[in-house]
């Protein structure tokens, strides 16, 4: 079963709430609705998301790790926790991948950090880049 994920009139890689995430300290029972409302705010799809194949894969894990790499930039404990396990994170958040895809975590030689998605159809096989992402600045005028 294939669950599409986003609001599809949205092209927001992280959702404007009009406020930002609380990082203040305060009470313990603060801090965990915080978290849990903060993970809320800036989750990575509505809805749990089945990606069946690499057809699914190349079709909708871009836009879904597109808001992983907006995340990355704003929250330090995401990134930590990405940079360590890709797909497990993918998979807190509610995506879930097939066993033959890959997900690296680049930051060193690379400018800005970058995930690369590989495809490995048998283990210890040969791994096909299926794509990788960075965020970019641009400006225009």
């Given at each position: 079963m294939l669950i599409m994920m986003m609001n599809s009139t949205s092209r927001a890689l992280v959702p404007f709430v009009g406020r930002l995430p609380s990082r203040t300290g305060g009470q313990d029972a603060r801090k965990q609705q915080d978290r849990h409302q903060d993970d809320h705010d800036y989750g990575l799809v509505q809805r749990e998301t089945y990606l069946r194949d690499?057809?699914?894969?190349e079709r909708m894990l871009p836009d879904i790790l597109g808001r992983a790499l907006a995340r990355i930039w704003i929250d330090p404990q995401?990134?930590?926790?990405?940079?360590?396990?890709?797909v497990e994170t993918l998979a807190a958040y509610g995506v879930y991948l097939p066993r033959s895809i890959q997900i690296d975590f680049v930051t060193e030689g690379a400018p800005r950090?970058?995930?690369?998605?590989?495809?490995?159809?048998?283990?210890?096989?040969?791994?096909r880049r299926l794509m990788y992402l960075r965020l970019?600045?641009?400006a225009g005028k």
């Open positions: 690499s057809d699914d894969v995401f990134r930590d926790r990405f940079a360590a396990n890709p950090p970058q995930i690369v998605v590989y495809e490995q159809k048998t283990p210890g096989g040969p791994r970019m600045m641009m």
